[in-house]
């Protein structure tokens, strides 16, 4: 079953404008990362916060994490034309060598010039 | 230098038919994996290795077979394929899975291969 679910599903905003993504998931998870994907390309991946964080910066990219509420939000402050692109939550689950991530369906923010 | 690249990165091919695609990682890592991304993006695992050995092995039809011919590659082979197989299939690897590696699970994903079943 699908374990991140990312809202809104899709996003647009002027350049300058702070964009916020948001993720909630169903179980417990050992952390929880966000990756950016580009259109026509990979997964790249840009923060990681464990559980026992609740706020993690990373340049322009702010995570925050509500572990009671299975909850997690992604801001990009100052956005750029740059910043278009799929963003999907992850949670890692599972212990030793059955640890795994399981992505979300992604926000896809688009930046207007 | 690509670190985790996958080839081909277009499939074009006949239902029924059978295929491969190959995924190698210079990362020096443990840990390989392979994800179906749909067409509504939704991004799920099918496999994951480590050193060479099958981890995960997710509710995927045996038809996908994964080949770790070393850490450094994770080939996937798919037989008989079918028009539900059309996605675009991920290649990832990660440093590796244990607390004595330090647990890095950041994964580093391949380019992906475009797979169209006709």
């Known amino acids: 079953s699908q374990q991140g679910e990312e809202d809104p599903q899709a996003l647009s905003i002027q350049e300058g404008e702070n964009a916020t993504m948001n993720c909630s998931y169903k179980?417990?998870?050992?952390?929880l990362q966000w990756y950016r994907q580009n259109s026509g390309r990979g997964l790249v991946h840009l923060i990681l916060?464990?559980?026992?964080?609740r706020e993690k910066h990373s340049g322009r990219l702010r995570v925050t994490l509500d572990t009671s509420k299975k909850s997690s939000s992604l801001l990009i402050t100052a956005s750029r034309a740059a910043d278009t692109a799929s963003y999907f939550c992850a949670t890692a689950s599972g212990g030793g060598s059955a640890r795994q991530l399981t992505f979300g369906s992604g926000t896809q923010l688009t930046v207007l010039p | 230098d690509t670190a985790v690249s996958q080839t081909p990165k277009y499939l074009v091919t006949q239902m029924g038919n059978d295929k491969s695609i190959k995924c190698e990682q210079n990362l020096g890592h443990d840990t390989m994996y392979w994800y179906k991304q749909d067409s509504k993006k939704f991004l799920k695992i099918m496999f994951s290795y480590n050193n060479k050995e099958l981890i995960i092995n997710e509710t995927v039809p045996n038809r996908f077979s994964p080949k770790s011919p070393d850490k450094a590659h994770l080939n996937l082979h798919i037989n008989s394929l079918e028009l539900g197989d059309s996605a675009v299939y991920f290649c990832?690897?990660?440093?590796?899975?244990?607390?004595?590696?330090?647990?890095?699970?950041?994964?580093?994903f391949g380019p992906g291969t475009r797979l169209l079943v006709l």
């Open positions: 179980t417990s998870i050992n952390n």
């Open positions: 916060i464990r559980s026992n964080e």
């Open positions: 990832a690897s990660s440093q590796g899975l244990g607390l004595a590696s330090g647990f890095q699970e950041t994964q580093y």
